[in-house]
């Protein structure tokens, strides 16, 4: 069974750095897309980034250049470096898991079969 345990939250100034983990077991990086996805107080769910099932990192145009996607074989666990941070990166975010997907963009929420609980950002001006 596929299960995925988020860390590394919590509340820190605009302009400060985060990393978030995700420990993930019940399957292999090799045939699965793993990644980040946010959810902002009455905003859809949305890709952040992922490292598709070939193991290319895709980003959301919104955080690129400053958050980092990358994974620890041997420690089964993603993390989700991110600085610059800004208020509008206020999220819950989720460590979220399919098998097979591999491509350009970003996947959907909705195509995301295994997901954490989520770990809360909060970023103040």
């Known amino acids: 069974q596929v299960q995925l345990v988020e860390s590394g939250g919590g509340s820190v100034q605009s302009g400060g750095s985060l990393r978030l983990s995700c420990t993930v077991s019940g399957y292999t990086y090799s045939k699965y897309c793993v990644g980040w996805f946010r959810q902002a107080p009455g905003k859809e769910r949305e890709g952040v980034a992922v490292?598709?099932?070939?193991?290319?990192?895709i980003y959301a145009d919104s955080v690129k250049g400053r958050c980092t996607i990358s994974q620890d074989n041997a420690k089964n666990t993603l993390y989700l470096e991110m600085n610059s941070l800004k208020p509008e990166d206020t999220a819950m975010y989720y460590c979220?898991?399919?098998?097979?997907?591999?491509?350009?963009?970003?996947?959907?929420?909705?195509?995301?079969?295994?997901w954490g609980k989520g770990t809360l950002v909060t970023i103040s001006s």
């Open positions: 490292i598709d099932s070939d193991g290319r990192p």
């Open positions: 979220a898991a399919v098998r097979g997907y591999s491509g350009e963009f970003l996947p959907p929420h909705y195509v995301m079969d295994y």
